[in-house]
Structure formats: C-alpha cells, structure tokens
C-alpha cells in the first residue's frame, strides 16, 4: 500500500495560536486527500476532501475559515488549525486516495493536538 | 445516518480465529464492503473489501452472505498484535469517502 507520512506527530500549543499539519505521500501522486479528526474514544469523522490545485471541500458542520486546507502540491496537504481553543484538541488523521481504479484510502499515522 | 451495525466489543484468544460480524441490511448493487482496523493512537489501515464473492488476502477474509445484507470478517489465527478497533464501512465504489462507524474493539488474549 501508500506510505503516507504525517508531521508533526504530536504538538502541544497555547490557546489562540494557529498549527500547520502536514500530510505527505511519499511514493505515489494523489490528486486527492482526506483530512479527519477523532476525539478521545470516538470514531473518525471527515472534515474535508483536499483536491491538488482547487478548493478544499468541507464536511456540514466544519469551518473553513478555522481549518484552512492547502493542496499545493501532488504529494502535500496541509491543514492549518488556526487560533485553536483547547475543544480543537483531538487527533488528526489525514489519507490519501490514488485514484486510477484503486479505490483504497491509505492513512497518515495521525498527529495529536493538544491546545491548553 | 450509519449504515452499518456491528457489536461493540469481542474478545478472542490468541492463536483461534476471530470472526467479526457485520450487518448493512440496506446495502445498494453498487456498494462495497470494506473492513479497516485501527490500533490504539495510529491511522486506520485497510484490511479488505468485497462486493459479492467472499475475498482472502494475507490479513483476512471476507464473507459475505448471498443477499449481502451481512458479512464476517474472519482473522484465522489472532495474535496479541490484532488488538485494535475494526471498522466495517459500506461505500459506492465511485465515491472516495469513507463514512466510519463506532466499529468493534477486539481485545486478543494470551
């Protein structure tokens, strides 16, 4: 499958400040990726679908003006959590789709935010 | 808006197998069924998928009943490393996402 790498890992902040996740395929192209969050003891829920070179599209209930996703790149998604409040506090997981036929979605490792 | 049902938790012990239960009694002709596993603090990981015919890989097997409104997931010799919580996920092949459920926590025992 995908490798599919997530940095950083874990990151800790003060309230108010903005944090950039990155989530990189190592080893193939993807037009698209996914971003998700998951709280403590929850499922994965989808905040958005990251399309390379076009607009993010966001899930009912996510803002886009606090998550600001950017697809620059074959190979890069961010995810800026900006002026985070300690409810944004959760793990973030993003996954890439390869597309041509292959339907599979393979996933990043996840990065923990915490915001105190 | 779920469309799968699966049990909250199993055990199993290691070295037997272990069959995960899954109904989608509402599952359309062009819906697959896809089995993910997470462990603990990690991204999900992809298991296997079906549409009619039972599936085997290295990890699992699928089966999947004739009328497709339920499928097993069968680890055949769990170990401790299986431990994790197992999504089961229907999805229209030409739809990218994947809507997760609460899925089932399996806890393999020594």
């Known amino acids: 499958g995908a490798v599919v790498s997530q940095h950083p890992s874990r990151v800790i902040c003060k309230s108010g400040t903005s944090v950039k996740i990155e989530c990189r395929s190592l080893?193939?192209?993807?037009?698209?990726m996914f971003w998700y969050r998951q709280f403590p003891k929850q499922s994965l829920m989808l905040m958005a679908t990251?399309?390379?070179?076009?607009?993010?599209?966001?899930e009912q209930g996510v803002e886009k003006d606090k998550f600001l996703i950017n697809h620059a790149s074959l190979t890069l998604s961010t995810l800026t959590v900006t002026s985070a409040h300690p409810e944004d506090s959760s793990f973030y997981i993003c996954?890439?789709?390869?597309?041509?036929?292959?339907?599979?979605?393979?996933f990043g490792p996840g990065t923990r935010l915490t915001v105190l | 808006d779920a469309k799968t049902t699966q049990p909250p938790s199993m055990d199993c012990a290691e070295g037997r197998a272990a069959n995960l239960p899954c109904n989608h009694s509402?599952?359309?002709?062009?819906?697959?069924v896809y089995w993910y596993r997470q462990i603990h603090s990690q991204g999900p990981q992809y298991i296997i998928h079906g549409l009619k015919n039972n599936e085997t890989n290295e990890m699992a097997s699928l089966i999947i009943t004739e009328d497709r409104k339920s499928s097993t997931l069968i680890l055949p010799h769990a170990t401790l490393r299986d431990t994790a919580v197992y999504y089961c996920i229907v999805r229209d092949n030409n739809d990218y996402k994947l809507s997760f459920g609460a899925g089932t926590t399996v806890t393999v025992r020594a």
């Open positions: 509402t599952i359309s002709g062009n819906e697959y």
């Open positions: 080893d193939f192209q993807a037009t698209t």
């Open positions: 990251s399309n390379e070179g076009s607009k993010a599209t966001y």
């Open positions: 996954s890439v789709a390869p597309g041509l036929g292959n339907n599979e979605q393979f």
